[in-house]
């Protein structure tokens, strides 16, 4: 899979949330439309604990979600990469609407910044490039264009 950024379009409009009872992640997005075609030719790549929301006709990664409870989370340090905001599309994903699928064969862990709230879910590659594609969602890319890691800020709630 090849993560392509796009600078010129606005990034997925939401929320990210984590929400405690539910020990997951949930994007609750701003656009009603959006929300009614929620499961109409979607499909998940998996990042560990993570899922990354793509719309199979056009490509473009939409938003982040999965179940992650926090036992499986280490403490540590998290600071975003230098990125800007856009939108993100992949290519060669083969899946089907509904399927989930492995972004690769890496391990991919959790790291929570108790002081500023970030969490950090990568397998230890060279981040060359990042973006803003979803509001608290930050994706990184190595210099071949695959995933590097994700930098997640989201909104803890009960």
């Given at each position: 899979?090849?993560?392509?950024?796009?600078?010129?379009?606005?990034?997925?409009?939401?929320?990210?949330?984590?929400?405690?009872?539910?020990?997951?992640?949930?994007?609750?997005?701003?656009?009603?439309?959006?929300?009614?075609?929620?499961?109409?030719?979607?499909?998940?790549?998996?990042?560990?604990?993570?899922?990354?929301t793509?719309?199979?006709?056009?490509?473009?990664?939409?938003?982040?979600?999965?179940?992650?409870?926090?036992?499986?989370?280490?403490?540590?340090?998290?600071?975003?990469?230098?990125?800007?905001?856009?939108?993100?599309?992949?290519?060669?994903?083969?899946?089907?609407?509904?399927?989930?699928?492995?972004?690769?064969?890496?391990?991919?862990?959790?790291t929570?910044?108790?002081?500023?709230?970030?969490?950090?879910?990568?397998?230890?590659?060279?981040?060359?490039?990042?973006?803003?594609?979803?509001?608290?969602?930050?994706?990184?890319?190595?210099?071949d264009?695959?995933?590097?890691?994700?930098?997640?800020?989201p909104?803890?709630?009960?």
């Amino acid at each position: 899979m090849i993560f392509h950024f796009d600078r010129q379009q606005a990034p997925t409009p939401g929320k990210l949330l984590y929400i405690e009872d539910e020990l997951s992640l949930f994007f609750e997005e701003s656009d009603p439309l959006a929300q009614v075609q929620s499961g109409r030719d979607r499909t998940e790549i998996s990042v560990g604990a993570v899922d990354l929301t793509v719309h199979l006709p056009t490509g473009k990664v939409l938003f982040a979600s999965g179940y992650a409870p926090r036992e499986g989370w280490r403490p540590g340090t998290v600071t975003p990469p230098p990125h800007q905001a856009g939108a993100v599309a992949v290519t060669g994903l083969d899946a089907l609407p509904g399927m989930a699928v492995r972004v690769d064969a890496r391990k991919y862990g959790i790291t929570l910044d108790g002081r500023t709230g970030w969490l950090q879910v990568t397998a230890g590659v060279p981040t060359h490039e990042a973006l803003a594609f979803a509001e608290g969602t930050v994706i990184g890319v190595d210099a071949d264009g695959g995933l590097s890691g994700l930098w997640l800020k989201p909104e803890f709630a009960d």
